[in-house]
């Protein structure tokens, strides 16, 4: 029985007739008499009373009970409050009863303890709640100011490649369609560039103001548009110059572009006066540094349509 003396609480062991079979240390320590050899001496005449009408009856008839309150009496005589819990065991062939006391006062202690740590527990329950509700609408805040910052991202990102006032594309544009393109075609492929300027533009704005010379950037860009086909991109490329670029287009296509370009703006008056203007086209298969060799190639034979009068459309072969 060394193994009663490991239980963390006073333990007895008897017969079911009450005779005591071994008492832990425990047990000895709060009820003393060692050498007792039956368990009634260690209750006063009420408990002794109560076991023999009620607990042992309980115990015969259903082998256990629990949460009885008793009195044991120590060693010094005085009362000791208990809470009983007691089983009947088979043990070598014969039966025993364990029984088990909880001294009042410290069980009181424990509850109370345990009454403490749940009622901690529901605070901190209570806090985690609250703070899992503030992280919940701290996530929803910053998923909203993320699909802000997206947005405001997005949009600058289009006005980076965007033109004010025409709202073609710029600069920037024309090398990202160029570079899409290089991307995904093989180096037999062919496209063209128009570089194409307002003939005289410094005039439009000095005889009739910056206000008018804006509306003919404005125009002039409306009637590129309605010149080129699906897929090929009209940018600003500064001032009164403007680029087309004409994917998968060989020369040819390009030139009949650019006739194109020439009917549209016919039309196109400040003051009564004809706006003209002169484009330069050019060619190229893929290469090293594309762009650059493009437009250079349709920089020159823009200058050689100025040189040779303007108003007019000059291949670069």
């Not at 009620?54 to 809470?83: C, D, K, T």
């Not at 990102?157 to 025409?166: E, K, N």
Request: aromatic share 8%; glycine share 6%; net charge negative.
């Amino acid at each position: 029985m060394f193994y009663l003396d490991r239980l963390p609480g006073p333990v007895l062991v008897t017969d079911c007739n009450g005779r005591i079979k071994h008492a832990n240390s425990d047990f000895r320590r709060l009820a003393g008499a060692a050498s007792a050899a039956e368990m009634d001496q260690f209750f006063p005449p009420a408990s002794r009373i109560f076991l023999q009408t009620h607990a042992w009856p309980l115990l015969l008839r259903n082998g256990e009970f629990s949460e009885i309150y008793l009195q044991l009496r120590a060693a010094s005589g005085q009362s000791i409050p208990v809470m009983t819990n007691a089983r009947i065991s088979e043990v070598d062939g014969g039966a025993e009863v364990i029984w088990l006391f909880f001294v009042a006062e410290d069980r009181q202690r424990f509850e109370a303890e345990l009454l403490k740590a749940r009622q901690q527990a529901q605070e901190s329950a209570a806090q985690l709640a609250k703070v899992n509700l503030a992280l919940q609408g701290a996530y929803a805040q910053l998923a909203d100011y993320a699909v802000e910052i997206k947005s405001e991202a997005e949009q600058l990102a289009q006005l980076s490649h965007t033109d004010p006032l025409t709202a073609l594309g710029n600069r920037r544009a024309l090398s990202l369609h160029v570079e899409q393109w290089i991307g995904s075609v093989s180096d037999h492929a062919c496209a063209s560039l128009l570089l194409i300027d307002i003939d005289h533009f410094k005039q439009i704005n000095d005889r009739f103001g910056h206000a008018e010379g804006d509306r003919v950037l404005v125009d002039m860009a409306q009637r590129l548009l309605a010149s080129v086909r699906s897929g090929d991109g009209v940018v600003r490329y500064g001032g009164e110059e403007f680029a087309i670029w004409l994917p998968d287009a060989d020369l040819d296509e390009a030139s009949d572009i650019a006739e194109r370009v020439h009917d549209q703006i016919r039309s196109l008056e400040v003051a009564d006066e004809s706006v003209t203007v002169s484009i330069g086209i050019a060619s190229l298969q893929p290469c090293a540094e594309y762009l650059q060799h493009l437009l250079a190639a349709a920089d020159k034979a823009l200058y050689t349509a100025k040189a040779q009068g303007r108003n007019r459309s000059v291949r670069y072969e």
